[in-house]
């Protein structure tokens, strides 16, 4: 097959007077596996490293494209049939095509570290991986909250495998670089902490178009109807059955109040939200554009984040800085992101979220100036992330790998 068959690049910049550019290739995940967050990351840091750095980084993003073979056979059934082929892609035909590109670059960076099987087809002194969290790792490091069958442990042992021979890491947070040092991964000075940053569509000024957009999905949103906000994956720690629970008692307290879901539910959720008679207040959207999804933050009253764990918590920061007050689980991660600017309750306490929220929904009626100071305070902390900085302090990571430093 031939490389223009398999990858699409984007190039930064060349060169430096003193310093030849470092050539570095940008690993991505697989479009077609539809991780909004982690082609993201991959975007924004090519993006920030061409405009930020493109007199001593010359970045390539590698983005190969996801052969199917097994899902031309209906008999294997469409979920069967999708799993084998990203399994195929991911640990035969990704890593083959990248032992062709060892000599085109100085050093590889791995945007996402459920990839890091791809370590063993590269020179892995001279790989960066950024680490969002340690959920792909989980039922080798604590078997006793997920036990997983032999062959998914063998499969995760080959990526972590992988992942430990990385000559630095990028942990996107204070919170995931305390895990990895907590189960020994790394040592201290191979992990460089770089939050993660707000991408530009998100933002408190109008844009005309996008707001009608939204106006049309969430109609009557304003004083006397407040659209509670939750966005992000279905995956069990997100505690999306809290989020269900949470948003029948505020609604049983604040009548008339909806929720609007960005990516979805499974269809054990949307059972759950029919056993609690909430499903005709749900607006369930897939994952939507960035400019879209900005005008619905824009929009809503309050975003709930019910997660009890992640690795940063890209939607408060993106919240916030839309306008839109945040109201989050209280673990250690999301405190870190969200600082002083966001409300915290207790993880899955759904009386102590209902009363939280209610009582936020009830300040807002009764206090717009105070509100809007609440508001004005997230927008505020939210400027602090950014995908501009998060590409300058990547590229002195590499600087200093290429120093041996």
């Not at 030849?20 to 840091?45: H, K, N, Q, T, Y």
């Not at 590269?122 to 969002?132: D, K, N, S």
């Not at 989020?243 to 054990?268: M, N």
């Amino acid at each position: 097959m031939s490389r223009e068959a398999v990858a699409s690049t984007k190039d930064c910049e060349v060169l430096t007077p003193r310093q030849p550019a470092i050539r570095v290739a940008v690993l991505c995940d697989f479009r077609e596996e539809r991780w909004p967050s982690m082609d993201l990351v991959g975007d924004m840091l090519c993006l920030h490293l061409r405009e930020q750095c493109g007199e001593s980084v010359m970045a390539t993003q590698l983005i190969p494209r996801l052969r199917k073979r097994f899902q031309y056979f209906p008999v294997l059934g469409g979920k069967v049939a999708q799993n084998a082929d990203r399994l195929m892609n991911r640990f035969a035909d990704y890593p083959a095509w990248l032992g062709e590109q060892r000599s085109r670059y100085d050093l590889f960076h791995l945007v996402d570290h459920s990839y890091a099987q791809l370590l063993h087809a590269l020179a892995a002194q001279r790989t960066v991986v950024t680490c969002h969290d340690l959920d792909t790792f989980r039922c080798l490091l604590e078997p006793e909250r997920e036990k997983r069958p032999r062959w998914f442990r063998a499969m995760t042992r080959r990526i972590l495998n992988g992942f430990e021979q990385a000559a630095h890491v990028i942990a996107v947070s204070g919170a995931t670089r305390d895990e990895l040092l907590r189960h020994n991964l790394f040592p201290p000075e191979r992990i460089t902490v770089i939050p993660n940053g707000v991408h530009p569509s998100c933002s408190s000024a109008a844009d005309p178009v996008w707001d009608q957009k939204a106006a049309e999905l969430m109609p009557d949103a304003g004083i006397d109807t407040a659209w509670l906000l939750s966005v992000g994956s279905t995956l069990p720690r997100k505690r999306l059955d809290v989020l269900l629970r949470v948003f029948a008692e505020v609604r049983r307290r604040v009548p008339g109040t909806r929720l609007v879901r960005v990516g979805g539910f499974t269809p054990e959720q949307i059972r759950l939200a029919r056993e609690l008679k909430v499903e005709d207040a749900i607006l369930n959207l897939p994952f939507l554009e960035r400019d879209l999804l900005a005008a619905v933050y824009r929009r809503a009253t309050l975003l709930l984040h019910t997660a009890e764990a992640e690795g940063f918590g890209l939607p408060l920061i993106e919240a916030m800085a839309c306008g839109c007050p945040v109201a989050g689980s209280d673990v250690p991660v999301l405190r870190e992101v969200g600082g002083a600017a966001a409300c915290y309750s207790p993880v899955a306490d759904v009386d102590s979220w209902a009363g939280a929220v209610a009582g936020l929904l009830n300040a807002r009626t009764r206090d717009r100036a105070a509100w809007e100071i609440r508001r004005e305070q997230g927008r505020v902390h939210a400027a602090r992330f950014s995908w501009a900085e998060n590409a300058r302090q990547t590229a002195i990571v590499y600087r200093n790998i290429m120093e041996g430093r």
